[in-house]
């Protein structure tokens, strides 16, 4: 738990000056880069790795995300120093009873969420993967790549572990590398469904809709049955998701702002996706 709690801290650490660079200035827009940026720092350092057959050493790993986001803070340094979480420079959780009393709705269905995904992370944590494609492709072709140090096709009855894009995998991978078991391969998913949530709360703020609408439908979207479902198991829907959404979210709203680092921000989204 100790080194895969250390190479989380050099990836989230690497992977801030990155952000800061894009200069967003919404809390939706961070989240979803932040995740963005951190989903490409994993990718583009398992491809090196695996370019050299390297994929299963976690200093290897470990050292690419160092160099990556060395060169980062290097860049962001040249940029100006911006502000890493300008959003969040002057936010606090400020508790508002009077909130409560006007949103009875929203409060329970927040409630309600919340527990239903806390417990869903239980699950995960506890409960091992079972279902067939996770058992079949999903689980199996990392377990392959842990024991080979690559992920370049090799002879298989079941063409799915082979031919379905490794980015996602690459994530679930990435846990089971640095855990040293599959106790959190679940979690990937689990958290797309929350960054899809924040993609949705944004996309409806971003089309003009108020707060309340916005949460509200953000909300709904994460009590799907197929979302919360999905949120426990090691499949790909979900993080598809999760890169859809920003796509969408980043053209519209370069376009709109005129900012063309925005637009590659949609670009990364859709090549992750």
Known sequence: ???????????????????AIFRLSNKPAWLMAF????????????????????LNLRWVML???????GLGWLIWKRAGSPHL???FQNWGIKFDIQWLKREPVLVLMLLIIVICYLFAFVQVILIPQNNMDALSTHLSRIGFWLQHGSFFPWPTT??????YPV??????????????????VGSVQWLAALISGVGVFGMARLLGY?????????????????????????QTDLVTVAFFIPAIYFLILGIKDG???????????????
């Open 63 to 69: 050292g690419l995300h160092i160099l990556i986001g």
């Open 210 to 234: 108020p707060q309340r609408s916005s949460a509200f439908a953000a909300l709904v979207f994460m009590s799907f049955p197929l979302v919360a479902l999905q949120a426990t198991t090691t």
């Open 1 to 19: 738990m100790l080194i895969f709690t250390f190479a989380l801290v050099i990836l989230l650490v690497g992977s801030l000056p990155w952000m």
């Open 35 to 54: 995740y963005l940026i951190v989903s490409a720092n994993v990718t583009v350092s398992s491809y090196i790795a695996n370019s050299f057959y390297l």
């Open 167 to 184: 980015v996602v995998q690459l994530q679930t991978y990435w846990t089971l590398l640095f855990l040293g078991g599959d106790r959190m």
């Open 158 to 163: 079941m063409p799915n572990q082979i031919w």
């Open 85 to 87: 979480w300008t959003p």
């Open 259 to 273: 900012q063309t680092s925005l637009l590659s921000l949609s670009a990364i989204s859709v090549g992750l996706g």
